[in-house]
């Protein structure tokens, strides 16, 4: 059966980005055909300036969001970073496989650095931001992961983990599987509504363009009745000289199932297109904030399968990382 692995990082309140561009083929469609596991990232989240408090509190919520979207634990695994050791242990290996050339050339190092850089006008960024990519390869590799289903942006770091295990394979002896990353058919790279330009992100400041998992609906509405489109009359797709407009047509697509082109045909004005993307969004997000209520009121349940998914989740790594261990040359304990 096809292992499957994809994590979530608690940097932010989750958004409509994660939702189409990973969650929801998460609960559709991995967690149904593979042998999958889900993973709340928290140590990728102290890679910038954190609150102790906030990770926490974000780590359970993300956790808590992705039960209400629909990830069964009867059918995957469900757990969270910190609570399985193998990942850390296993990146420590793998920075002695990964070069520094490597993680300076990372789109997401580059963009982040300068934007943490920025804020603290000129000050350090944390070395985990630049091995961050390290630890992402490790908590991939641990469990011989054949499909790494994520959005666009993060398609160079499994790259990366492709590299490092190709290269591990060459210079130890086959040990790990080489994996590969899948993408939605639409909506791989939903793009800020207040900058169509810029991806959605989650740790962004710009609350306006972006629509979080647990936004009411009326909030949704006027977010994307508000979206940035352009001047023109036509309701057309092209991403590139039209991206807001293209954009709200995928955010259509992907809550429909259609495809943005087709839909472009059907609009005649952008108040229209605004308008029924707001009330699919609302209708998308509706049943996932009704559970998520409802598990938010017992969250010995949430604590329960974090425990028995982490515990799964080691039983699985380890036996890998243990081989990475003994292949590189490390005695055995
Ligand atoms: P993160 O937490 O930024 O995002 C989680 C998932 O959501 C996707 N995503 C988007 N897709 C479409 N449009 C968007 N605007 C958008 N924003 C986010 C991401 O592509 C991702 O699939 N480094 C990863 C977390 C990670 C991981 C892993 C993922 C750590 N280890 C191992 C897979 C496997 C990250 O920061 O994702």
Known sequence: ??????????????TLGNYLGAIRRWVDVDQRQSDALFCVVDLHALTVDHDPARVRRLSRQAA???????LDPKL??????????????????????????EMRRMV???????????????GSVRLS??????????????????????????????????????????????TFVVPRATRPAVAARVMNLQEPTSKMGKSDDSGPGIVYLLDEPDVVRKKVMRAVT????????????????????????ACGGGNPED????????????????EAVVELLRPVQ???????????????????????????????VDSAYRAIGLLPA
């Not at 292992?3 to 979530?8: D, H, M, W």
């Open 76 to 101: 995957c695994t469900v757990f969270v970073q910190s609570h399985v050791d193998e990942h850390a242990r296993l990146s420590y290996v793998m920075e002695c496989v990964a070069t520094d050339g």
């Open 108 to 122: 997401q190092y580059k963009e982040k650095a300068a934007r943490e850089r920025e804020r603290e006008r000129g």
């Open 64 to 70: 808590t969001l992705l039960l209400a979207a629909g």
């Open 129 to 174: 931001l630049l091995t961050y990519p390290v630890l992402m390869a490790a908590d991939i590799l641990a469990y011989g992961t054949d499909e790494v289903p994520v959005g666009d942006d993060q398609t160079q770091h499994v790259e990366l983990a492709r590299d490092l295990a190709v290269r591990f394979n060459q210079r130890y002896g086959h």
């Open 290 to 320: 009704e559970r998520h209520k409802e598990l938010c009121a017992d969250p010995a349940y949430v604590e329960g399968v974090l425990r028995d998914g982490a515990e799964k989740a080691r039983e699985m790594a380890k036996p890998m």
């Open 1 to 14: 059966m096809t292992r499957v692995f994809s994590g979530i990082k608690p940097t932010g309140h989750l």
């Open 263 to 278: 839909l472009s045909g059907v609009y005649e004005s952008y108040g229209t297109l605004k308008k029924d993307t707001a």
């Open 230 to 253: 352009d001047s023109a009359a036509e309701v057309v797709y092209d991403r590139e000289a039209r991206p807001g407009v293209a954009n709200l047509l995928e955010i259509l697509a």
